[in-house]
């Protein structure tokens, strides 16, 4: 869980109020907050989050904006968070060159101006630069911060890919000038962050436009335009990654913090191919809460009115109430609202867990295991003791890896609506490109190979769009020199005649089989197949990199135990 220090006169003098030194561990309840650690004598203090979801609260300015309800310490508005660029025409602006697509597509910043930072806000913007880049920007590789005095710079900026030894300069921590790929080889930084650019054939650069430069997105500042101290009071911030979504977050967060500790922003515009885009953008998440919803997941009556002045206190922006339920937006820098649940966790939160009356269970049950899985641990039972080893595969995907690479369609794949990766765009509809995709990565180890896994999958169903079907599936690889068709089928009907069943063939012709050597399993005459069975062929071996002989099954359970799974709407 991150894990912040500040220092009780900082997180005081941000809420613009007197805190109860005894009361604050109270208090951190508002973040979902626990104070680790107290030192009277300097006033240090270490707090630990138990929320991941919110990273505007990984940062002691987060933590006093929620225990202010989202309102600045001196009371200005958001809308004065823009006052200094009023007039200003046009905006400073970022030009994205076309060949950073294919690396490091997105960038975004602001400028701030205000009071000088200070040795404790410089502290802090440290620490949070780090600590969304590290934890939210999942090292650097989603997101990365920049952070640079403005008096150095010169806009517009231009951010551009670059061959790794055409540009050089004297990155921070260094005193001596060093091209892209020196960085990566020598620089301590460079080192820890080698491995997010090592693979491409041209870097990221960002240069003011007297084509001084700015940094080594995401390794490292120049040491002579993004060293920041605490006397700066002019700062200009960025941000890049792969993903727009999150970038657009970390500035909106980044913004908010300097807000509040009295500075006013510019936005900054970035032009990429004839589009403009300006940074911060302030919208927040919007969601509908069903009027019955608070009173199902409280058990009690809550009053409409009060639901919606707690949503207020605990810093939503807007609260409607209408006939079928609220109407919600929360503030820019936050991006967690993934269900109504999460809105009614917060009215909880503001009111207070123990303004509720404990009731206990009205009756008493004992738990078992579900009738459902009795098949699959039968199936995991049976195949660890043929000597199948069993892996554990990711139920998103990309649609790629789901169709494409096995050469099948993808009309009856369930797509996920705005994924945050395309790795992970789907839900699967088969465990075979798993089993493949180990094996390809297996190739130093002895051989035999026997792998197989259990688990859910979802398909689209004839009639409605909507309709899928769940399924439980149980697939497996055999990879060694001599591995065939007769030498798997003879262990999988071996495993059905097991459970119960006498399994039978019949044709099958598809990929990624050999013809002829694959086949449809039956476990009844005249009923559908409920699964299949083939040696993969040289072609897909060859499209996955793997280099023995290898055969495939997959067996639909669903199928065999009809009624455990069921359609989902």
Known sequence: MPTLETTFKDLESLTGMTLPADKLD?????????????DLKTGTLKIELNDTNRPDLWTVEGIARQLRGGRSPSGRPWEEIFAESKGVDPLPSIRVHPSVSRVRPVIGGFIARGPALGE???????QTQERLSELYGRKRADVAIGIYPLRT??????YEAVAPDSVTFVPLGSNSSLSLRNILENHPKGRTYKNLLSSRDV?????????TVLSFPPIINARDTGEVSSTDSELFVEATGIDSGRVNLVINILAANLFDRGFTLTPVTVEENGIRTTYPRMEGPEVLVPADLPERITGEVIDRDLFQRKLLDYGYVEVEIRNDGYQVRAPFYRDDLLHPVDCVEDFLIARGYDTFTPSLPASFTSGKEASSREPEELVRHLMTGMGFQEILSNILTSLEKDTQDLGRPSDKTVEIDNPVS?????????????????????????????????????????????SVQEKMLFAGLLSHPQASFSELAGMIFEVLRTMGHEPSLSPLESCPYIAGRSGSIQIEKNRDPVGEIGEVHPEWLERWGIRM???????????????LYIERK
Do not use: C, N
């Open 120 to 126: 404790e806000g410089l502290t802090q913007l440290i």
């Open 549 to 563: 002989p290898s055969v495939l099954f997959e067996i639909d359970l669903s199928k065999m135990y009809p009624g």
């Open 153 to 158: 710079l010169r806009f517009p900026l231009l």
């Open 26 to 38: 109270s208090l951190l309840d508002w973040v979902k907050g626990e104070l680790k650690d107290f």
């Open 422 to 466: 395309r790795q992970f765009s789907v839900v699967r509809s088969t465990l075979l490109s798993f089993l493949l995709s180990a094996e390809s990565q297996s190739s130093r180890y002895p051989y035999p190979h026997r792998l197989f896994e259990v688990g859910e999958a979802l398909e689209k169903t004839s009639g409605s769009p909507s």
């Open 203 to 211: 870097y990221p650069v960002l240069r003011d436009d007297s084509g």
